[in-house]
């Protein structure tokens, strides 16, 4: 397994009878990400410490820095990554926003997106994209997410690991933009629980659904809805709970 996603630590495990054994445990590794955007400070990220280059890409991305062509260049050195973006009004306005502001998510309720792609996607390409929900890592640590982009056949496109739900989405668009990928055409899977937050990542880089083994929140139903991105809860290999645009989702009759 990578060192760079897990460690090593001594443990005791005690059962209720008292009775302990000492061991060796993997644990997820955890790191903060300098990111700098047109030679300005712009956020610190605790991530996981791999796929640096992806986490930085995708989140100016899904965090509305820029769209996928808008990245002229991206340095890496370390934990410390200096993106250089064509500069827009909207850039200016958001890194004046969020310029004393710590980690988080970008979240305007009046923001306007619109998702121009038309996709739909079958009943069997969601439930055997299900089979892309887990990891090595997790089955080991128990302490990460993941996030995949799946074809409207099922087939994986991408997939990222990160301790963070928020990271693991950035990593996953991170990587279909520097894989030249078009995801317009694409499903976002996900194991966190979808937010407005999280949502608008996915409408700010043109994903037309989002799946998740687990809960929305009301503000990302609400999200969803607004900017037309399909939104599914609970996924399971043989049951979901579509919340929002269901034409998204191609239900044969």
């Known amino acids: 397994m990578p060192d760079r996603y897990t460690k090593n630590y001594p443990a005791t495990t005690i059962n209720k009878n008292g009775a302990a054994v000492e061991l060796s445990c993997l644990v997820a590794r955890e790191?903060?990400?300098?990111l700098?955007?047109?030679g300005t400070y712009a956020a610190s990220i605790?991530?996981?410490p791999a796929e640096v280059r992806e986490l930085a890409v995708g989140h100016v991305i899904c965090e509305g820095f820029t769209?996928?062509?808008g990245i002229l260049d991206v340095k890496v050195n370390g934990m410390e990554v200096?993106?250089?973006v064509e500069s827009t009004e909207e850039f200016k306005i958001w890194h004046e926003l969020r310029s004393s502001g710590g980690v988080g998510i970008r979240w305007q309720k009046d923001e306007e997106i619109n998702i121009m792609s038309d996709a739909v996607f079958s009943l069997e390409s969601i439930?055997?994209?299900t089979r892309f929900l887990e990891s090595d890592v997790y089955r080991l640590t128990k302490g990460t997410h993941l996030a995949a982009l799946v074809t409207p056949m099922g087939e994986l496109a991408a997939q990222a690991i990160d301790i963070g739900r928020h990271n693991a989405i950035?990593?996953?668009i991170g990587h279909a933009a520097l894989s030249g990928l078009d995801v317009s055409g694409m499903y976002l899977l996900s194991t966190g629980r979808q937010s407005a937050g999280m949502v608008l990542k996915a409408a700010r880089a043109g994903v037309p659904l989002v799946v998740t083994k687990t809960a929305p929140f009301d503000s990302g139903i609400e999200a969803a809805?607004?900017?037309g991105i399909g939104l599914v809860g609970f996924v399971s290999e043989n049951q979901m709970s579509v919340f929002a645009n269901k034409w998204r989702i191609a239900v044969e009759r």
């Open 170 to 172: 950035d990593k996953v």
């Open 225 to 227: 809805k607004r900017t």
């Open 67 to 69: 769209g996928f062509g």
């Open 31 to 34: 790191d903060s990400v300098e």
């Open 82 to 84: 200096d993106i250089r």
């Open 46 to 48: 605790l991530s996981s």
């Open 127 to 129: 439930y055997s994209g």
């Open 36 to 38: 700098f955007v047109n």
